[in-house]
Structure formats: C-alpha cells, structure tokens
C-alpha cells in the first residue's frame, strides 16, 4: 500500500506506479513468508538485540518498504528520532544496491542519548544544517552496500534516507 492504506496494487520490477514517496507491505503478509520466519527463527538477530539492550527483546514489528524517485519533500528523507520505548534496535537489510542516489541511509553518530539537548527535543523532523552545526558535519554516517548488506541501529539517534534519485 502507500499512503492510502485501503488502496492496494500490485508491484513488479517493471511497474512501480509513480505518485508515492514510499510503498508498504503489511507486516501480516511478511511474517507469513518462510524466509522472514527463518531470519526471526534462526538468525543472530534476537542475541544481537539482547546483547545490546541488555534484556530479553521483543519483536515489536516487521517493515519492508520500497522507495520511489519523487518530487516533493518525504519526511523520512528528513532527520528525525524514533521514540518507540526505552530501548530498541533495528536490523536495515538492503534488498538491492544502494547508494546516495538510490537511498542511502544516514545516521548522526553522538545523537543517541535519550534527553537530547533542548532546541532538538521534539519528535518533529530537522534541517541536515541545524543537526549537523550542532553534532559535527564529521559525525554523520551514510550507510551505503550491495543488495545483502545488513545493519543494526539504534534510531533513537536522529537518522534518515536519503531521497532516491533513480532506482
């Protein structure tokens, strides 16, 4: 679906409708899949996320998603924090290359503490220039791989995409 959630549509590699910033899949239909349920099932996942919050986690949701080239603004191409608990971790897996013009992924290293300095406090989306004045412009990190690439994040830290130029 995009944002019309009672829209659905079909999706192949050579027909992705334009007028969307972002196409969702539910979570209902992908933890049906057996590949999702192995990678939940049997991989390192869940002891990494343990690990790292130093609990037992729980699988709050599963996301796959698809960005398209589009026009106007996309707040997830705009730098914001997820506040989804105490303590979370999320597993990105590129499905296909990526780069800056097919939709890096950035992160401000620095940024996780949850009381972030005051003029940044607010779950609202923040100008590159602004974040990147106050943390260090050398702080910020662009995730870019081969379809296969895989790693975890904190987005409590302030993250975004990178708008996709072409896919």
């Known amino acids: 679906h995009g944002a019309d959630f009672d829209r ?3 999706l192949s590699p050579n ?3 334009e007028g969307e910033p972002r196409y969702n899949w539910w979570m209902h239909d992908l933890v049906r899949l057996p590949v999702i349920q192995r990678l939940i099932a049997e991989g390192p996942y869940s002891l990494l996320a343990q690990e790292y919050l130093g609990c037992r986690p729980t699988l709050a949701h599963v996301t796959l998603f698809l960005d398209r080239p589009h026009p106007a603004v996309y707040t997830a191409h705009t730098y914001h924090y997820d506040n989804e608990g105490p303590g979370f971790l999320k ?4 499905l296909t ?3 800056i013009a097919t939709g890096a992924h950035h992160f401000i290293r620095g940024s996780l503490d949850h ?4 003029r940044f406090a607010r779950a609202t989306f923040y100008r590159d220039k602004d974040l990147l004045a ?3 412009a050398e702080r910020e990190l662009v995730a870019t791989g081969s379809a296969g690439t895989i790693f ?3 987005t409590a830290g302030f993250h975004r995409g990178n708008a996709i130029v072409h896919h």
């Open 115 to 118: 009381r972030k300095p005051p």
């Open 15 to 17: 027909s992705i409708p």
């Open 91 to 94: 597993f990105f897996f590129y």
């Open 97 to 99: 290359d990526v780069d």
């Open 134 to 136: 106050h943390y260090g």
């Open 152 to 154: 975890a994040e904190d």
């Open 8 to 10: 659905p549509f079909s």
